[in-house]
């Protein structure tokens, strides 16, 4: 197939005098060359193609393609994730990765919970709040966890995130409104373990390839999986492959995992992060349908290399669960 290549660049935004934070999200150089490499072992011929502007100027002058490997996570608005997917879909072109609904909707931390709720996921009770003064409605109890409520990489995410007491609530959540300029999701901070799920597949046809723990090391910012912890895992972090067949607790997040995997109508393959509250029950946190896939920075590939699935077979693996939507 003749495969183009869609992405958001870290360094390109760099360069264009964007910050480290801002572009946080964004894919590495070497993230892409792996991505394009892999293609062209499995016997595709490639096209780097880039952001949204590029892809737009690439489509006017009449450029198509069999599929687009699509990882642009996009720089501005609620639906940035779902701007080139929705650019595809006007041209009839199929691609990787989620459509522009289960997109949009998932970077909204607050409506994903609210979707995932009403169809008996378990997820903690949480308040999104517009302002410091919305924090003073929140109907339930201390210590509370914060955290911008469409952002992705541990953005805002620091060890301010948790706040123990309920007068300090308000200044948080003003503090993460003025700085991502955005509503704030407030949850109860869950003290119990932390594990990420990596998912391969569409439907009935998806399947959990395995979960590993979040390990915060002792020099680790402790209680969160910060952006600090997840820029610096090296060092920082041990991610703890764990088995179904060995512990009931491990078997139970990968079936509320695969849940929310199909509840959502999400495709091909991403990662669903759940943690345990004070009594070891699995609560869903947060999903990824358009997961990091960097051969050993991501999550999503590090799951892979634990349970012995080569970085080739995952991206072949991507490529044929969306070449299945491809009109014969």
Known sequence: MKIGITYDLRSDYLAMGFSEDETAEFDRDDTILAIDNTLLELGHETERIGHIKQLTAALAAGKRWDLVFNIAEGMYGIGREAQVPALLDAYCIPYTFSDPLVMSLTLDKGMTKRVLRDAGVPTSDFLVASSGDDAATVHFDPPYFIKPVAEGTGKGITAASIVRDKEKLAAGVAELVKTYRQPVLIEPYLPGREFTVGIVGTGGEAKAIGSMEVVLLSNAEQGVYSYVNKENCEELVEYRLVL????????????????????????????????????????????????????????????????????KQLIRDIVDSAASRIAR
């Open 244 to 311: 179904a067949h060995d512990e009931p607790l491990v078997a139970e997040v990968e079936r509320i995992a695969l849940d929310v995997w199909r509840v959502l109508g999400c495709r091909d393959a991403g990662r669903i992060d759940i943690r345990c509250d004070g009594d070891n029950r699995p609560q869903f946190m947060e999903i990824n349908p358009l997961a990091g896939i960097h051969p050993e920075h991501s999550d999503l590939p590090i799951i892979c290399t634990k349970v012995s699935i080569p970085y």
